[in-house]
C-alpha cells in the first residue's frame, strides 16, 4: 500500500507511519469492530465522496448493534472522513472509517474498553476490481455457509462477519477463480465475499432480500433506484444456486467492486459468456451518477 497523507485517529491527524494500535487491542482478539467502505470520485467538478450521509448512517447503525456508543457524532465523522481525503491529496481514494474496542481490558467482554475510531484512505487502483469489468469473473459457490442473523447482526459491517467471507474469497481463489457467491444455511442465494448480487432472467432483474442475511449494501441500494429511475423493476425474491446456472446475466455490486459481471459460475458459462447488456447498460449508468453526470443523483455526491 502507498503510504500518502495523513490517517484520523480520535481526533487527529497522524502520519500514516504513527496510526498504529497495541498488540493487545481488544479488536485484533476478539472482532469487536464495525467499519465502512467509501469511495471518493475525481469527478469533473472536482473530488466527490460518494453517499457519505448513507455511510455514516451505516456505520452508526453498526456500532449500535454492537453496543458501541461512537463517541463523536454523524456531522464530526463526515468533517473527519472530508479532512482525511484532503489530507491524503488524492483525487480520488477508498476511505475506511472503523471504531473498534481499543486497548485496556483483555478478556471477552469488550465494554470495560474505550472506543477508538479512525478513518484512513488509499489510492484504489483499477486492478483491485478489474476482474467482471472489461471481462466477466469466474465464480465459485462456496463450500463456507454465509453466517446469518441469527448468529450475529448480517446488516452491521462488522469485522467478525468478514472472516467467514475471507473464507470464502481464498477457497474461490485457491481453486482459480475470481470469487466465491455464498449460500445461507437454507441453500438460498446470498452474497459474494464482499458483494451483493443480481441476476437477469427474461429481461427481469432479480436479487436477493435482506431476509436472506445479506449485508444492506449502498450499492445495491443505489443500483436498484437507477434502474427503477430508468422505468424497470428489481424484483427481491429467494434464489436457488440453480438460478445462477440458468441466468441470462449475473453482475454483483459493491462499493470496492461497483458493478461487476459474473460470465461463469462453477464452470458453467452465463448467457454467452461475455458482459450481459444490462450488465454494461448498468456498469455505465452507475459510473455516470458517481462522475455527477447524471442529474438526477447530484444529491449522493459530497464534493470535497
Known sequence: MKEVGKIWMNGKLVPFKNAKVHVLTHALHYSTAVFEGIRCYNTPNGSAVFRLDEHVDRFFNSAKMYSMNIPYSKQQIKNAVIQTVKASTLKECYIRP????????MGLTPTLNKIDVAIACWEWKIGESKAGKASGARCKVSSWIRIDSRSQPMKAKAASNYANAALARVEALKDGYDESIML????????????????????????????????????????????????EEVIEKDLDREDLYVADEIFMTGTAAEVKSVTEVDQITIGNGKLGPKTRELQKSFMNVVMGKDDRFLSWLKYI
Do not use: H
Open 184 to 231: 445461507n444455511n437454507q441453500g438460498k442465494v446470498a452474497e459474494g465475499s464482499a458483494e451483493n448480487i443480481f441476476i437477469v432472467k427474461n429481461n427481469q432483474i432479480f436479487t436477493p432480500p435482506l431476509t436472506a442475511g445479506i449485508l444492506e449494501g449502498i450499492t445495491r441500494d443505489s443500483v436498484i433506484r437507477i434502474i427503477e429511475e430508468n422505468g
Open 98 to 105: 472503523i471504531a473498534y474496542y481499543g486497548y485496556g481490558t
